[in-house]
């Protein structure tokens, strides 16, 4: 095996965590007296609202979390609860800050092996978010789907990845939180999967297409390592 490719959210950042759990996560820890059916409605008119968002490709993780939260608060009508955004967001970037850094350490030891790459349905500003937390030099190539105009689950996206680490997909590992928008495709392809099966809204009838299924991130190793062929210069 020559290379692994990676999803960012809920894979590198959370640990397995699916987004949609991770910030209610707050709320419920702030107390916010809402329901969960209530947030779910929220977060997905958030996530509908942010793309059209003109600065995002600038946006660091922290403004980027920010404004997920400020557009999840006005569809929650909670417009003038200010403090409590911020106390929120700032709690839930120092956690995925320590989230990252755990997973720094162990892309470091696969990058002495093997050529990483990072692919994720994101807003523009995966580059930026990855200098941000210091994962710039370890990731050969970072595909980002407002960027290349390529959404998972299409396989193209992560085909164009495979590309641009000029490797074949039966000499690459895909790493993924999502079963429907990770594993399958990159199984479609002919890659080795490796589901990161966490905390989610959703699960799928199967596993089928997860050659390997760890629950932290720290497992991969144990997947990756003891069978890794050749160098990332090979």
């Given amino acids: ?36 059916n209530a947030y779910e409605e929220a977060f997905v008119q958030a996530e509908n609202m942010i793309v059209k968002y003109a600065d995002l490709p600038k946006l660091t993780f922290y403004k980027t979390l920010h404004k997920q939260f400020a557009l999840q608060f006005a569809a929650l009508k909670m417009e003038n609860e200010g403090d409590l955004l911020k106390s929120m967001a700032d709690a839930c970037y120092k956690d995925v800050s ?11 030891e696969l990058h002495q092996h093997l050529r990483l790459g990072v692919v994720s349905n994101f807003y523009g500003n995966l580059e930026v978010v990855c200098r941000e937390f210091k994962l710039e030099t370890l990731f050969r190539t970072v595909v980002d789907s ?8 299409d396989t193209a996206i992560w ?9 074949r997909p039966a000499d690459a590992f895909v790493v993924g939180d999502s079963y429907e928008r990770d594993i399958v495709p990159a199984k479609t392809l002919g890659c080795s999967t490796v589901w990161l099966q966490g905390k989610s809204w959703t699960m799928p009838p199967s596993s089928d297409a997860a050659d390997h299924i760890i629950h932290k991130f720290e497992e991969l190793k144990k997947v990756v390592l003891p069978v890794r062929g050749g160098s990332p210069s090979s």
């Fill in 146 to 153: 407002a960027v290349v105009g390529i959404r998972k689950p």
């Fill in 1 to 36: 095996m020559k290379a692994v490719l990676f999803d960012f959210g809920g894979t590198i950042d959370t640990d397995g965590v699916h987004w949609s759990e991770k910030f209610w996560e707050y709320y419920e820890h702030f107390g916010v007296e809402i329901t969960k």
């Fill in 159 to 167: 085909q164009l990845a495979l590309d641009n680490l000029a490797v």
């Fill in 98 to 108: 320590s989230v990252v850094q755990k997973a720094r350490r162990i892309l470091e």
